[in-house]
């Protein structure tokens, strides 16, 4: 699948439209030892001799890593290391000839984005081994209180900062000094005092770009901030490389409650922060092929204003009839039978209906 050029003059719609065409056995295939896995590919590593298959390819986003020798990056480097004297801007081509668009980003910015995502994998790594560790029994007792099972907790792929300090020491383990620095400084220093669920934010392609935290001892909308610089994720999403090509989009609001949806099998799902569905995140889906969406959101206001944003777009809106006891997709997944959510959506409002009932119950 194609997206329009003018729409994808970057690496993440560039990347975005290789994984959609899978194309890791074009660039890894002729690896020995090559093949597929549950969660991507493995092959031997053309960068340390061992004839062991230890280079694990990542099915969902453009990375590779070989856990004995280290080496690991996305399929820019990957060719820039296979080939010595293959430059930047030759790999880029090799890339966009492949999925057939073009792309202006330069070789500083590819090199920040990389050095960025594999920071945060790095960091993000280190939190879930946290909230498993002795330091996560409060973490883990709060979720077990909203009813997440352990095997849900580990899909949703969650974390857990200790505190400021643990990010600090989190950063020395992975990064050499004048980089740490550069790193640290991009980061927003809010990780605070006290323990932060860690939430791995991708962008389209599923490079990891941010991470968002969600104070274990608040509540409501208010414990949720991000803990890095979210710029580069404004116009992405949650969840959104997960539901890259579906035509037919559930928008829930908050992160948690998207994670959930997802991880009980519901397809298409993405997540919108306390603003909603904005304008630049409503593109952004449309851009990625959706064309019918499913609200499932926490206020009569934001759903309004999605409607009238998607109809503007040109696209279909139909509303999820959720109970009005449940104030959110979260609790009433919780309190029901997973299958009742999928139920819930074959049985959604078309929004001309959802628009007339609504006037009519706030005259
Ligand atoms: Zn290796």
Known sequence: MLYGVSMTSDLEGLYSALLDRQYQPALFGDLEGFHSTAGGYIACCPFHAERTPTLLIHGSRPGYFCFVCGARGDWIDYLLRRKKDLSYGDAVGRLESEAGIRISTGEVL??????????????????????????????????GLRGYTQEEIEGMELGLAPAAQSLHESADA???????????????????????????????????????GRDIRGAGERAYRPLTDMTR???????????????????VQGFLDALLADRIGITGVVGVGRSGLTP?????????????????????QATFQAI????????????VDRPERYPDT?????????????????KTIPAKEWLSRNHESSL
């Open 280 to 300: 630049d995140l409503l593109a952004t889906t449309v851009r990625y092929g959706a064309r019918k969406f499913l609200l499932s959101l926490d206020t009569v």
């Open 233 to 251: 994720l404004r116009h992405v999403p949650f969840l959104m490389h997960r539901a890259r090509g579906h035509a037919r989009i559930v928008v």
């Open 174 to 212: 992975v990064l050499s000094p004048p980089i740490r620095e550069a790193v640290l400084e991009a980061l927003r220093a809010s990780y605070g005092t006290q323990p932060v669920l860690t939430i791995p934010c991708r962008d389209a392609a599923g490079r990891l770009m941010g991470l968002y």
């Open 330 to 346: 979260d609790a009433y997944i919780r309190d029901n039978c997973i299958n009742k959510f999928g139920k819930l959506l074959e």
């Open 110 to 143: 590819w090199r920040s984005e990389l050095l960025l995502s594999e920071t945060l994998e790095a960091m993000q790594g280190r939190a879930v081994a946290e909230l498993w560790s002795e330091i996560g029994l409060e973490a883990r007792s709060y979720l």
């Open 308 to 319: 009238d944003r998607i109809e503007a777009a040109g696209c279909e809106a139909e509303v």
